[in-house]
DNA sequence: CGTTAGCACTCTCGGTAGGTGAGTGCTAAC
DNA sequence: GTTAGCACTCACCTACCGAGAGTGCTAACG
């Protein structure tokens, strides 16, 4: 990209921020008295006129204001935007709101997705940690009923799943002790990537007629190790796209492509930078080809364990929401991570 | 409701089942033939000008087909509508998918939740067991670090809720047995009801020194109780809304009605009947004045403890969604109950 | 050469008019 | 009570007009 002079580079900046918060095409008038009248407004449409040529700018039709074209915002983003914190007093709020769940992290991530959401006006998704190369760091047996019982399984990355079991054998202090010592000896420090089927297979056979009675709890096991393993997402505020006139054509599109959820996880799962921000046509799906994807990863000790972000019009207020969603990011990931070090 | 002759009760029948396949005012003509022109269009157009002028038709101008009003789809479900239920196989189906969940109430009602929305095209509206009147059975402390555990508490009418609390003290074999000599005395078999504050205060009271290790413990456990008699709601299918184009005005209005939460959860709680279906107006909420509500109450045992339905458009199938939701609701309430029995 | 004033031009938007067709309501006959 | 015939109504579509906002261009200015 060029350099713009900097009159240009204003001019810019005072149409995306004037169309982010009208949503109105911007004509050269309300530039001019936005910037003070330091030109005439015939200057500025030279200048615009210019900025449309290079793309930055585009016009709906020949006698109406501009607004950003994608390159635009990029350019905005890149270039000229300057962000803006959250308050520090909903810094805190959000902090003490977020703490209560801190143990429980399938919670935490939607709950902050929940906060994220009702922020920013948009959809957000964010995911629980998983990690393919965690370790099992603990399995627990907590027996509920003569017949049901429930497993808590704790990974490294800050992971915990659990299940209800129903056995058809009584579970009685026996049961429990067996299931101990299985779990011990060939469960925990395991990386859950191990806990494969030929493994449970091979464990079966080598455990004699306690099969019958361990099986379920083995395959509850695997299940869970799966689950560890398996980007969980959550949804919040999928309501707001209503909220976004520019997107009400493709509303249904974009319902549809949020709950088909594979390619959802994967647009989470391919950030490789700690923090995205793709616009318009730079994302991956053609469904959100007119929408924004913000997205940060979080880390749970110095390890990338998931993500939150919003998805959203193309206009959005950059300069506002990019700093609340690291900011929230910044938060899960040190919650998760105390947890961590309390070993 | 005065008597219909039999011939414009077919007529009515003909209508709302045309018309709820098609969304389309249904003329004369095509009733006609679709009656196998055993009558000629006049008489019919006869018999419908009665229907409007007894409020069974609308007509939406002066020269369109008609269209069924509230009180004709009202008449239609109480008096003509013959019901046909989910074919055995996909009965069968559903049935295997959610018995996978059937140990855990709050996970199997979402996804009788998403069951429903599926097969409905609705938003499906489901509540997690929940019972003011409950006991508590039983409850588990699972250390899961030094300073962290997770407490799980079963009560009746299938309830199981669990939360994990973080401890300043470290979590070690003796404190696990003050917790469980405190709970075992003082919470299990109590009634939910009865663990409020003034009681939590009483007991720390008599604690002595204990009190400043478990605080967090019985704050949790109070917590729990809390849930046990909260209704849990579960939202699926939203973005079905958007399928049905008679709600797309409301559409917003609609949606920010289900995530208010508070007016939702009235509406569950406050049907009596077993099955309740409430036709536009009839809903006493007027977000939902252009909405049908369907909800049946599932039970644990004989105590009724939550409720599953859908909200919808007032066209809809009622002879199909009907059945279904008595099917899905029977399903639930016979997988919790048999937690229950197997004491 | 960048900046500015002036002015004709373009295109959307809201409102209005005429044509079309599906479906009705009424009347008179069966 | 039922039916055929026919005039009538009303939503929908298209075309058209006028107003207004904003541009693009040209010529003059410093």
């Not at 009159?7 to 109105?24: D, F, P």
């Not at 393993?229 to 492509?257: V, W």
Request: glycine share 6%; charged share 20%; aromatic share 6%.
């Amino acid at each position: 990209m060029a350099e713009l002079t900097p009159r240009k580079q204003q001019i810019l900046a005072t149409i995306i921020e004037l169309y982010v918060a009208t949503g109105e095409p911007v004509g050269s008038k309300a530039i001019c008295s936005e910037m003070g009248n330091s030109v005439s407004s015939a200057t500025i449409r030279n200048d615009m006129s210019d900025l449309v040529e290079i793309g930055l700018l585009e016009q709906p039709h020949t006698s109406a204001g501009r607004i950003p074209s994608q390159a635009g915002y990029r350019y905005y983003v890149d270039n000229l935007m300057t962000t803006y914190e959250l308050g520090i007093e909903e810094q805190e709020r959000i902090k003490i709101w977020l703490q209560s769940f801190s143990g429980e992290p399938d919670k935490l991530l939607e709950k902050a997705g929940a906060i994220l959401a009702e922020l920013t006006d948009c959809v957000a998704v964010s995911s629980s940690p998983s990690d393919s190369e965690a370790f099992i760091k603990r399995i627990e047996l907590v027996p509920l009923s003569n017949h049901t019982a429930m497993i808590v399984l704790l990974a490294t990355s800050g992971i915990l799943k659990s299940a209800v079991v129903r056995s058809d054998t009584e579970i009685n202090v026996d049961i429990a002790e067996v299931f101990y010592n299985i779990t011990q000896s060939y469960f925990v420090g395991k990386n859950v990537s191990d806990i494969t089927l030929t493994f449970i297979q091979t464990l079966v056979a080598s455990l004699g007629d306690r099969v019958f009675i361990m099986s379920p709890f083995l395959c509850a096991i695997s299940d869970l190790c799966e689950a560890v393993k398996t980007t969980e997402l959550h949804l919040k505020g999928q309501s707001n796209i209503l909220n976004h006139p520019e997107l009400s054509d493709d509303a249904f599109r974009l319902m549809d492509f949020l709950h088909r959820g594979t390619p959802l996880e994967s647009l989470l799962t391919s950030q490789k930078a700690p923090l995205n921000v793709a616009i318009g046509t730079e994302n991956s799906y053609r469904e959100l080809k007119n929408s924004t994807t913000i997205f940060s990863k979080y880390a749970v000790g110095d390890k990338d364990a998931g993500s939150i972000g919003i998805i959203g019009p193309t206009r959005l207020d950059y300069a506002k929401l990019i700093p609340s969603i690291k900011y929230l990011a910044g938060i899960i990931g040190s919650f998760l991570s105390e947890t961590l070090d309390e070993e």
